[in-house]
C-alpha cells in the first residue's frame, strides 16, 4: 500500500453500537448537530457526486486554499442509533467566493454552493443508518419517511458515491468484536490449499495471450514476508524483484536502484550515469507535495510472456501534464528503501501495470494468472482453469494525489455475500501488500482466504472462480 486518502475532506468514523453518544469536535467551527430529514432528489445527488468527482483534483492543485478550506472547516454530528457520526463539511458558499475555478465547478454542473453542505449530511446519514442496520440485522426505516426515501436512494448508488470518495462509516456491531479472515455467505466451501507448481491443465499454452508467474519464494521468509504476493518481472529491460501490490496504485520503483533517463523511461543507477536524486526519504506519501518531489516516468512492464503498454491518466492528471502518455511510474525511497520485505527488491506493481489483463489471484497455488483482455474487457482466449462463478462491483476510487485505489463492497465482518451482493454495504480498499485487514483496507486475511480471485479493471469487476485453477 503506498498511502492513505490525502488532498480533501473525507469522512472517517467508526459507529459503536453501544457507545454513547457524545460530541465529537475538530479544528474549525464547533460541532453541532446536523438539520436531518432533508428529502434527497436524484437530480441533486448525481450534481452532487460530480461536484465532488471535480474537487478532487481541484483540491489537490490548490494546496493553499486547501489549508484555508480545513481550518474553516463546519464540522457537524449526525445522531444516530447507535451514537453519533462526525461529518465535516467545507464552507463552499465562502471558499467560491476566493476563486473563480472552485465557483466554476459549482456553476458548471448547476448545482448551488449552499446545497453541498445538506446534501452531504443527508448522504451520509443515509449511509451512517445503512451501516448501523445492518451491522444489527434490523429492519430500516420505511420507504415511506424521508430517511427511508434518502436511504434506498443512496444504497443504490452505493459504488459511485465511493468512486467520489464517500463510503459508508464502519460499525462495530455486537457479532463483530475484530476484523477476521472473509466468510463466504454464498455457503461454498474454502478452497483447500494445494502445493505450488501443480499441474498447468485447464491454462493454455498461449504466451501471447496468457501467462502464469509464480510467486517468488526465498529462505527463511519472515512472517511478514509470507503474506506477500511476490513476482519477478522486468522495467524497461531491468528484471527484478517486485511485490505484487493491488494499493499501490501504480508502478512504484525503488530510486537507489533505477534512475530515470533521457527517453522518459528507466536506466540502472551506476557512477557513470548517475543524475541528481532530490526525492524524499520516507515510508510513504503523505501529501501531494510529497507525491509530487518523486521522479516521473513511463515505463514498460514485462510480466511473464505478455507486456504491459498501459497509461496511467490520473497520476499525470495529478502531475498536470497534457500529455496522456507521460507518467505511468514514479520513483522514490517508501518502505524503508524498499529494504521491509524481500529487500532491496526494484518495487511495487500496482492495479494500473494490470489494466490490460484478466489479473488472477491464486493463492491456493502460489501463482498470477493474466489472461489479455480485448477493448471491451472479454478475454481473448478461454482458460477452462479459472471459469467464473461470481462477479461483483469493482469501484476505482481516487485516494488524493494521483492515487486511485480499488474497492469492493463487503458485509458485517468483513463478509462477502455472493447470493446477496446488495447487502455488501462497506466499501473497502484491495490491498494485497498489507498484511492485515485494517480499517478500510481489505489485505492478506481477507484476500488470502478467499483462495483465488481476479480482477477485471475494464469490466470494473471482482471476480471469484468455480475452482481453484488445475
Not at 475532506?9 to 459503536?16: D, M
Not at 496522456?324 to 520513483?331: M, V
Not at 492485515?436 to 481476479?454: E, W
Request: aromatic fraction near 8%.
Amino acid at each position: 500500500m503506498r498511502w492513505m486518502k490525502i488532498g480533501g475532506w473525507a469522512l472517517v468514523a467508526t459507529i459503536g453500537i453501544h457507545a454513547p453518544a457524545a460530541a465529537h469536535a475538530q479544528s474549525g467551527s464547533d460541532a453541532s448537530n446536523a438539520a436531518k430529514d432533508s428529502l434527497l432528489t436524484a437530480k441533486q445527488l448525481a450534481r452532487y457526486m460530480a461536484v465532488k468527482q471535480a474537487l478532487g483534483p481541484y483540491w489537490g492543485s490548490h494546496p493553499d486554499l486547501l489549508q484555508t478550506a480545513r481550518s474553516t472547516a463546519h464540522n457537524l454530528v449526525v445522531s444516530l442509533p447507535g451514537g453519533q457520526l462526525p461529518v465535516g463539511v467545507f464552507d463552499y458558499p465562502a471558499l467560491v467566493q476566493q476563486d473563480t475555478a472552485l465557483a466554476a465547478i459549482f456553476s458548471t454542473n448547476q448545482f448551488a454552493p449552499t446545497q453541498f453542505e445538506p446534501t452531504q449530511v443527508s448522504v451520509n446519514e443515509a449511509l451512517g443508518l445503512l451501516a448501523y442496520h445492518a451491522a444489527q440485522g434490523t429492519a430500516l426505516p420505511a420507504s415511506s419517511t424521508v430517511g427511508g426515501k434518502n436511504i434506498q436512494l443512496v444504497h443504490q448508488s452505493l459504488m459511485e458515491l465511493a468512486a467520489v470518495g464517500v463510503t459508508a462509516p464502519a460499525v462495530q456491531g455486537p457479532a463483530c468484536t475484530e476484523a477476521g479472515p472473509a466468510s463466504l455467505s454464498s455457503g461454498a466451501a474454502p478452497i483447500t490449499p494445494q502445493a505450488a507448481g501443480a499441474s498447468m491443465a485447464g491454462i493454455p499454452a498461449l504466451p501471447d495471450d496468457v501467462t502464469v508467474i509464480p510467486f517468488y519464494t526465498k529462505p527463511n521468509e519472515t512472517p511478514l514476508e509470507q503474506t506477500k504476493a511476490v513476482i519477478e518481472a522486468e522495467i524497461d529491460g531491468h528484471r527484478g524483484v517486485f511485490i505484487f501490490d493491488l494499493g499501490a496504485g501504480t508502478a512504484v520503483l525503488n530510486r537507489s536502484v533505477l534512475q530515470p533517463n533521457a527517453k522518459g523511461g528507466v536506466d540502472t543507477v551506476t557512477d557513470a550515469n548517475r543524475s541528481p536524486d532530490n526525492t524524499p526519504r520516507s515510508d510513504y506519501i503523505n501529501s501531494a507535495e510529497q507525491e509530487r518531489q518523486l521522479d516521473h516516468v513511463h515505463v514498460t512492464v514485462r510480466l511473464g510472456t505478455l507486456v504491459s503498454h498501459y497509461d496511467d491518466p490520473a497520476l499525470t492528471a495529478f502531475m498536470t501534464e497534457k500529455d496522456p502518455h507521460r507518467y505511468n511510474a514514479e520513483l522514490g525511497h517508501l518502505w524503508g528503501n524498499f529494504g521491509w520485505v524481500f529487500g532491496p527488491r526494484l518495487g511495487n506493481l500496482g492495479p494500473a501495470v494490470f489494466q490490460p489483463f484478466e489479473t488472477i489471484v491464486d493463492y491456493t497455488h502460489r501463482r498470477i494468472v493474466l489472461i489479455r483482455l480485448d477493448a471491451a474487457g472479454h478475454r481473448v482466449v478461454d482458460v477452462p482453469a479459472y471459469p467464473p462463478r461470481a462477479q461483483m462491483p469493482l469501484a476505482t476510487v481516487p485516494m488524493g494525489a494521483g492515487f486511485v485505489g480499488l474497492h469492493l463492497a463487503v458485509g458485517p465482518c468483513d463478509s462477502l455475500d455472493t447470493s446477496a451482493p446488495a447487502r455488501n454495504l462497506w466499501i473497502k480498499m484491495l490491498d494485497t501488500g498489507s498484511p492485515d485487514n485494517d480499517g478500510n483496507i481489505l489485505g492478506y486475511p481477507f484476500l488470502s482466504h478467499l483462495g483465488v480471485f481476479g480482477v477485471n479493471q475494464r469490466t470494473h469487476q471482482f471476480i471469484l472462480y468455480h475452482t481453484g485453477g488445475a
